[in-house]
């Protein structure tokens, strides 16, 4: 088996590529080479025997670069793909986002909830859901879109999505570094670890995609929480001394991108198909990331 990594530089595709690399295998498929591609040159993963994206505060700000490799990215891929002919038909995993989803929203996001996009990033994402779900019914490709919750916590630096000061304010603490809440404590988001979101590709890569149907796209399992919540997570796994390095200063740019985001969802029918997490709390996603990034330890 041959696989193509889009994004392999980005956090997501760093570990699943290592993670490929360890297992030697997909599913009952024996990986016989990995092509890891990125804007920047992907570094070797040292066993070498965050995605394909632009994201949302860049694709906000840069609307022509949003657009380009968000989306004409995406069409001019699967196009390349439908050209090849010969009975060729592969796998393909689109990493879409819950950006596709706008404001007003019920308590929870069932999955019959409709797409009414907010932001550019989530528009681009929203049609190639579309992309995906038309070739694969046209019979061009195998594919499935899976809707990663916000992956917390980003191991490091920050980049430009609107969205990382929810990994800032904990990862820059545990190192012994302060960081900016850029908006207020009841903001209630959707999150899962890196480590849930390399498990929900490799189960999107393997299985079987009869089950699923004509509607290709799903929004992956997660843990809703309130900035508020996360702190007092903090507060518990490391200590007082560690949250207080959070200091708050509103960015009224990430406030208004961050007013139209979905808080909460359902994800009955990923879980169904078997789509799990594994962290069950917010204190779960804490101890992942002292566990994964920090070596079990970190800056008291």
Not at 10 to 19: D, P, S, T
Not at 220 to 228: E, I, L, Q, R, Y
Request: proline share 5%.
């Amino acid at each position: 088996m041959h696989i193509l990594v889009l994004g392999a530089a980005g956090m997501v595709g760093r570990k699943l590529c290592e993670r490929l690399l360890r297992d030697g295998r997909l599913g009952k498929s024996d990986i016989t080479k990995l092509t890891m591609h990125d804007v920047v040159e992907p570094k070797k993963p040292e066993k070498a025997g965050h995605l394909a994206a632009i994201v949302s505060g860049e694709a906000e700000l840069d609307f022509d670069k949003g657009y380009r490799i968000n989306l004409d990215g995406t069409r001019m891929l699967l196009d390349a793909v439908r050209l090849v002919g010969g009975g060729y038909k592969p796998r393909v995993v689109f990493t879409s986002s819950i950006a596709v989803f706008g404001a007003p929203f019920p308590d929870a996001i069932g999955d019959e909830f409709f797409h009414t996009p907010l932001l550019s990033y989530g528009t681009q994402k929203a049609i190639g859901e579309l992309l995906l779900a038309d070739y694969s019914r046209r019979g061009f490709l195998d594919g499935i879109g899976i809707r990663l919750p916000t992956i917390c916590i980003r191991p490091g630096l920050p980049n430009k999505a609107a969205s990382g000061f929810f990994s800032n304010i904990l990862r820059e603490p545990l190192a012994g570094k302060e960081a900016i809440l850029p908006v207020s404590e009841d903001v209630r988001h959707w999150h899962a670890t890196p480590r849930s979101a390399v498990g929900f590709l490799l189960h999107a890569g393997t299985m079987d995609l009869a089950k699923v149907g004509p509607r290709r796209n799903l929004t992956m399992p997660g843990f809703s929480a309130t900035v508020g919540e996360q702190i007092a997570a903090l507060k518990r796994v490391a200590g007082d001394k560690v949250a207080a390095r959070i200091k708050h200063e509103l960015d009224p740019f990430i406030v208004g991108i961050v007013g139209g985001w979905p808080r909460n969802f359902e994800a009955k029918r990923a879980r169904e198909l078997g789509f799990t997490t594994e962290e069950k709390t917010f204190d779960d996603i804490i101890r992942i990331h002292i566990e994964d990034e920090l070596g079990g330890n970190f800056v008291a």
